[in-house]
């Protein structure tokens, strides 16, 4: 298999790959071949097996996405997305339906948090760019789910008011971007009572500040 016979079959529709998608174009690419591609700088090895054409735009977010599927941009990166929260987080966290995992690829770190498959719901697709392109393209959980996500994956943080101060949050951007009668409803699925307190106490602090 000759270099650009990949490229044109899978750069634009699959930027990020694995020998999976090679293997549904049809074509057969030996270990060696993806070795000197990767050492010629046409490709870049990701971790799990994964590759990316080193010339394709690839958003940090879509990256996360295709690196463990399914899964969707959650808790603190996707609240710093929608600009709820001050502090820049330093990796992309994610939740999805396999196992819990950190992957660290020279793109950056990824956080990924395992949920029961009928709680991973509550995600939207986002784009970054103004070009239409897969590979600005990821799936990013709702500000109600994003917040639901975080405090369930962290029972043990954001019990109390300097908990909540120290989150670091932006108050008036919460007030008004938050569907909190709706957040709250959702939170009700996970079957957690001291999860859905302490997003009632969460929302009493947002609201007196």
Same mark, same amino acid.
């Given at each position: 298999?000759?270099?650009?016979?990949? =490229?044109?079959?899978?750069?634009?529709?699959?930027?990020?790959?694995?020998?999976?998608?090679?293997?549904?174009?049809?074509?057969?690419?030996?270990?060696?071949?993806?070795?000197?591609?990767?050492?010629?700088?046409?490709?870049?090895?990701?971790?799990?097996?994964?590759?990316?054409?080193?010339?394709?735009?690839?958003?940090?977010?879509?990256?996360?996405?295709?690196?463990?599927?399914?899964?969707?941009?959650?808790?603190?990166?996707?609240?710093?997305?929608?600009?709820?929260?001050?502090?820049?987080?330093?990796?992309?966290?994610?939740?999805?339906?396999?196992?819990?995992?950190?992957?660290?690829?020279?793109?950056?770190?990824?956080?990924?948090?395992?949920?029961?498959?009928?709680?991973?719901?509550?995600?939207?697709?986002?784009?970054?760019?103004?070009?239409?392109?897969?590979?600005?393209?990821?799936?990013?959980?709702?500000? =109600?789910?994003?917040?639901?996500?975080?405090?369930?994956?962290?029972?043990?943080?954001?019990?109390?008011?300097?908990?909540? =101060?120290?989150?670091?949050?932006? =108050?008036?951007?919460?007030?008004?971007?938050?569907?909190?009668?709706?957040?709250?409803?959702?939170?009700?699925?996970?079957?957690?009572?001291?999860?859905?307190?302490?997003?009632?106490?969460?929302?009493?602090?947002?609201?007196?500040?």
């Amino acid at each position: 298999m000759k270099y650009n016979d990949l =490229e044109n079959s899978l750069i634009k529709p699959k930027p990020v790959f694995n020998l999976r998608d090679i293997a549904q174009t049809g074509f057969k690419v030996f270990p060696y071949q993806l070795s000197k591609w990767v050492k010629d700088g046409k490709l870049k090895r990701l971790a799990g097996g994964f590759y990316l054409f080193a010339k394709a735009e690839v958003s940090i977010e879509h990256l996360a996405n295709q690196l463990r599927e399914p899964s969707y941009i959650s808790l603190e990166y996707a609240l710093y997305f929608y600009n709820l929260t001050v502090d820049i987080p330093f990796h992309v966290t994610s939740v999805t339906t396999r196992g819990t995992r950190n992957i660290s690829t020279s793109s950056g770190m990824f956080f990924y948090h395992h949920i029961k498959p009928m709680l991973f719901d509550g995600f939207v697709m986002k784009q970054v760019g103004e070009k239409d392109e897969i590979g600005k393209r990821f799936f990013i959980a709702t500000p =109600e789910k994003a917040l639901i996500d975080l405090f369930y994956f962290n029972p043990k943080k954001y019990n109390s008011k300097s908990d909540f =101060e120290e989150a670091r949050c932006h =108050e008036e951007d919460l007030k008004g971007k938050i569907a909190w009668d709706k957040m709250i409803r959702l939170a009700g699925l996970f079957g957690n009572k001291a999860l859905v307190e302490r997003l009632l106490n969460f929302k009493k602090y947002i609201f007196s500040v």
